[in-house]
T-cell receptor, first 114, second 112 residues
């Protein structure tokens, strides 16, 4: 059974710092991995999607990497801003079997202090 | 196109009542998903449709839950005889096949 773990559960940093969020998954047979942002009481906003054949994806100050063989992904946020404060969720889409659902971690709650 | 929409955004009900939620996907998306999220947890998959066909249901979807997508466009999720344990955020997402899922704002259900 695929399980997704995110470490740390919470992180507080001063504005301007670079930071890394970690995601690990137990089964390397994935179709893709997706990082989401969730603001309190709101839905999810997709940040980056990495296909299983890719190593990384970049969007602005965000860079996500994928090491499928070791079951790990990282989300790197450069020059953090208070507006980056949110919960960041990692989700994998399993390869084979169910083609529909995403399996999520519990998220990392990020707080960026001015 | 304004993305995935869900209605209502908040619902408070008493235990034992039935509730129904609606999701309107992005218009050209043929896949529609329902997830449930409780406080401090990531979303958990409930079910998904491709067009009007319900292709998969999670074991989380008990007999009290039913979802429909009658014309392959909007979907409804009904919970019968609600229990306090049903209190959660219910999220809808849509996508094209093999493309990223786009999520709606969710419906927060509180069962008293």
């Amino acid at each position: 059974k695929q399980e997704v773990t995110q470490i740390p559960a919470a992180l507080s940093v001063p504005e301007g710092e670079n930071l890394v969020l970690n995601c690990s998954f137990t089964d390397s047979a994935i179709y893709n991995l997706q990082w989401f942002r969730q603001d309190p009481g709101k839905g999810l906003t997709s940040l980056l999607l990495i296909q299983s054949s890719q190593r990384e994806q970049t969007s602005g100050r965000l860079n996500a990497s994928l090491d499928k063989s070791s079951g790990r992904s990282t989300l790197y946020i450069a020059a953090s801003q208070p507006g980056d404060s949110a919960t960041y969720l990692c989700a994998v889409r399993p390869h084979g079997g169910s083609q529909g659902n995403l399996i999520f971690g519990k998220g990392t709650k990020l707080s960026v202090k001015p | 196109d304004t993305g995935v929409s869900q209605d209502p955004r908040h619902k408070i009900t008493k235990r034992g009542q039935n509730v129904t939620f609606r999701c309107d996907p992005i218009s050209e998306h043929n896949r529609l998903y329902w997830y449930r999220q409780t406080l401090g947890q990531g979303p958990e998959f409930l079910t998904y449709f491709q067009n009007e066909a319900q292709l998969e249901k999670s074991r989380l979807l008990s007999d009290r839950f039913s979802a429909e997508r009658p014309k392959g466009s909007f979907s409804t999720l009904e919970i019968q005889r609600t229990e306090q344990g049903d209190s959660a955020m219910y999220l809808c997402a849509s996508s094209l096949v093999s493309h990223p899922q786009y999520f709606g704002p969710g419906t927060r259900l509180t069962v008293l």
